[in-house]
């Protein structure tokens, strides 16, 4: 019986991870819902912007917030609240934001930029879509360019 009892609990611990794996709900949320880090990102970088919309997204482990500003300004941020992808529709991302030596990068090679319209990070990388439609892929640890391109 014990065999039995044991078996079961053991069987329903590993089958949890699959379950979770099936879970995905999105649901808005208020900035003050978002990680405290998000929080700090958007005082820091955007304090004037005025609040449009804000999303939790879950897809099994996974869990990612979206925000979004009246001017079209869109944040997408990961569980911890660092940021994984900014994007303007009208202007440029802060300067501020911009890592120096990416931006000290783009301002030596492409004077006749006006500024950045995206930046998305992961692990390895960290990529720039620039005003003139160029695309630059940097090291996310270095910020060594890896790829130039339209």
């Not at 300067?95 to 930029?113: A, D, G, H, S, W």
Request: glycine share 6%; aromatic share 10%.
């Amino acid at each position: 019986m014990k065999k039995i009892i044991l078996l079961s609990c053991l069987a329903a611990c590993l089958s949890a991870p699959a379950l979770a794996d099936g879970i995905e709900y999105d649901r808005a949320v208020s900035m003050d819902r978002l990680p405290k880090k998000a929080q700090t990102f958007l005082q820091d970088y955007y304090p004037d912007a005025v609040w449009l919309s804000g999303k939790k997204e879950v897809d099994g482990c996974q869990v990612e917030y979206r925000v979004q500003f009246k001017d079209g300004t869109r944040i997408e941020f990961k569980r911890n609240g660092k940021w994984k992808q900014v994007s303007q529709r009208n202007g440029y991302i802060p300067n501020t934001l911009v890592p120096e030596p990416i931006r000290n990068f783009i301002q030596e090679n492409f004077p006749q930029v006006q500024g950045i319209l995206s930046m998305e990070q992961d692990r390895r990388e960290i990529e720039v879509r620039l005003s003139n439609g160029m695309e630059c892929s940097f090291s996310a640890k270095s910020f060594l360019p890896m790829e130039i391109g339209h």
